[in-house]
């Protein structure tokens, strides 16, 4: 069976030869009459030479590219492309681990899967896709997953948020499981700290888990401090701090919904005699004005930028509210600072930080250089895919 193809315009095609994953629609000169959304597509140039073969969606990125090689694209070529992200975690260690039961089997770019993302926590997997095209393949990835973790009693898809709305009408898209029913156990371990996951109702696929080794590196320094974790959801932090023996602990956030997550886990937490304590609160505005003396502050907001257009607006929000942590900890005090905004760089981000402490006219050092962990891979073909940064400083 032939692929239909879509052509590109004459010098549209130097991205996709830098084996760039996305075509944008103003590449494209002519498309099949029958391709439909979702379709598998082969990508050509002006001159008719293959380049690469991918999803198709209407769209600003009308096609997502996952394989750069002309071969047979069938259920077996999924199944592999899902084995292939699976050896991955077993090298770092993952896929049989006492100690961490949660981890991402699959990243999208970064695995050469753009469109599909795959979470385990514990016995459940959660498929989550951004392209109709993935989604059209989720029972394909259900049977895989379950073949190559025979551990797994249930795949849940949680796609209905992710999805455009005008999907929904043409195809039965709802959250709900392709295998399984839904557990009575709903906890997994993330450096042996439990966590309560919440995959029905919670934020992405339930739970940060690219931040797993940041919470790690905030434990090995908790003994003892006084942490405030703003837009903490579920808590993550903050586990980790109380059971490394932090001697108190607030954890904020404007949603209710996720201090109810919260507290869930603060009740799993070992050490029962550490004190800690919820706040509903907007953290730009709780942060200006400390009356605690925190040795650590936690900056962890949600994406500032989702594209471009928004990205000055987004750098003023990061240096407004790390200028206002900056001038409120303690002298010798510590701050974690995020940004998950797939348009602010590495050195955007740094020179936004640099920003805030002249503007707080305090000294700040950098103690580590924070990233995402190996589960969520960074295509180096795509540099959108190295989507979350850190600092660790220290102010003087």
Request: with cysteine.
């Amino acid at each position: 069976m032939s692929i239909p193809k879509v052509i590109l315009k004459p010098a549209k095609d130097k991205s996709i030869k830098r084996f760039h994953p996305w075509i944008f629609s103003g590449a494209i000169k002519t498309i099949e009459q029958t391709i439909q959304e979702g379709d598998v597509v082969e990508i050509e140039s002006n001159k008719g030479k293959y380049l690469g073969t991918g999803h198709f969606q209407d769209g600003v990125i009308n096609i997502r590219v996952f394989e750069f090689k002309q071969q047979t694209i069938d259920n077996n070529y999924w199944k592999n492309k899902i084995k292939k992200a699976f050896i991955n975690r077993e090298n770092l260690n993952l896929t049989n681990n006492s100690s961490t039961t949660i981890y991402r089997l699959v990243h999208a770019e970064g695995d050469d899967l753009p469109g599909l993302i795959v979470d385990i926590y514990n016995t459940t997997a959660v498929i989550q896709c951004h392209s109709i095209g993935m989604w059209r393949l989720k029972d394909v990835f259900c049977e895989a997953i379950t073949e190559l973790l025979p551990n797994i009693t249930c795949v849940y898809d949680k796609s209905a948020e992710t999805l455009p709305d005008k999907y929904h009408q043409s195809y039965p898209i709802k959250n709900a499981y392709l295998f399984g029913i839904d557990p009575s156990d709903k906890t997994g371990k993330e450096n042996n700290n439990l966590f309560s996951i919440n995959w029905i109702n919670g934020q992405k696929t339930g739970f940060f888990i690219d931040q797993r080794e940041n919470r790690k590196l905030l434990g090995e320094i908790s003994k003892g401090k006084k942490i405030l974790n703003t837009f903490c959801y579920s808590g993550g932090f903050s586990i980790y701090a109380l059971n490394n023996g932090a001697k108190e602990v607030h954890s904020l956030d404007s949603s209710k919904k996720a201090i109810s997550l919260l507290e869930e886990n603060i009740a799993l937490v070992k050490a029962k005699n550490s004190k800690h304590k919820s706040i509903v609160a907007d953290a730009m505005e709780y942060i200006k004005n400390l009356n605690d003396d925190y040795d650590i502050i936690i900056l962890d907001p949600p994406a500032f930028a989702k594209h471009q257009k928004a990205r000055h607006k987004a750098i003023q929000g990061y240096k407004r509210l790390n200028a206002r942590a900056i001038e409120q900890i303690k002298p010798g005090g510590i701050i974690f600072t995020f940004s998950c905004s797939q348009v602010i760089s590495k050195e955007l981000f740094r020179n936004t930080i640099l920003s805030a402490s002249i503007a707080a006219e305090r000294e700040i050092k950098i103690l580590h250089q924070l990233h995402q962990p190996a589960d969520h891979p960074i295509n180096i073909f795509h540099p959108e895919s190295e989507y979350l940064k850190g600092l660790v400083i220290q102010v003087f």
